[in-house]
């Protein structure tokens, strides 16, 4: 495979359900084939899509799933991605395109102990996936996928700030309880992306917390921020006892 990266999971549940645009679809697809068991890896997947769709009305599928993921481990967490894509896709809008919720370990207080939260991003270009790091460059069209890593808090949101201090909220529940976190490991958040023209920069912060929190007064801390002088780098302030904060700011250049 000449050093590539082997086509990931989440991508090829896209490739099988056509989620991309064609001449992303195209190039994933010539990447796929020309990996020694790429044919038969999609073959098996649009195999398992045809006998759950066959199998189970949508109301029945996330408990049959849920059932699954208890019995059988690895295999059941690809059919649950594949459920979010299938249910949720015709729901959304062409610039949020629904991917993938990432298969984490049981949770291990003891291996997470030393870490600290993180937000990820990756860029998916030409069928290829590239992790970006602080100040990479981006553009507008640029598809990203956001994800966090919680190291063992529980509780948090995500959200973004760009050039035109605009606030998008990524993960976070309605009202002043947080969304509840994922532990352990690196976890997807259900869409992906692509950039708009906004200018300079895009930012994304994570809030993680080991108890629960008063959202509102964070996202109230944070539209603050956008509005304020220092929108890339300024910290989120006055947050409670155990919780921490990570960014990740993207530089954005004209296309």
């Given at each position: 495979m000449d050093g590539r990266q082997r086509t990931p999971d989440w991508l090829l549940e896209r490739i099988a359900l056509g989620e991309l645009p064609p001449d992303e679809l195209a190039a994933a697809r010539r990447q796929l084939e020309s990996e020694p068991d790429g044919r038969e890896r999609l073959a098996a997947l649009e195999a398992s899509n045809r006998e759950i769709l066959a199998a189970l009305p949508p109301a029945a599928m996330a408990d049959r799933i849920r059932q699954r993921a208890a019995e059988q481990g690895a295999p059941a967490r690809r059919a649950s991605r594949w459920l979010g894509v299938a249910i949720a896709a015709p729901a959304l809008a062409a610039a949020a395109l629904l991917i993938w919720l990432v298969p984490t370990s049981p949770d291990d207080d003891s291996r997470l102990k030393g870490l600290r939260p993180q937000v990820v991003i990756h860029r998916l270009v030409e069928g290829q996936i590239e992790r970006l790091t602080e100040q990479a460059?981006?553009?507008?069209?640029?598809?990203?996928?956001?994800?966090?890593?919680?190291?063992?808090?529980?509780?948090?949101?995500?959200?973004?700030i760009d050039g035109r201090r605009q606030l998008t909220q990524h993960l976070a529940a309605p009202g002043p309880p947080p969304a509840q976190l994922t532990p352990a490991g690196e976890v997807a958040l259900p869409t992906s992306y692509e950039l708009d023209d906004a200018p300079d920069f895009e930012r994304f912060v994570f809030v993680a917390c080991s108890t629960q929190y008063n959202q509102a007064l964070v996202i109230e801390e944070a539209r603050r921020i956008a509005a304020g002088t220092a929108p890339a780098t300024e910290l989120v302030g006055g947050l409670p006892a155990g919780c921490e904060q990570a960014s990740l700011v993207l530089s954005k250049v004209a296309p």
């Open positions: 460059v981006v553009r507008a069209g640029d598809r990203i996928q956001i994800s966090y890593v919680a190291a063992g808090r529980r509780f948090g949101c995500v959200f973004s």
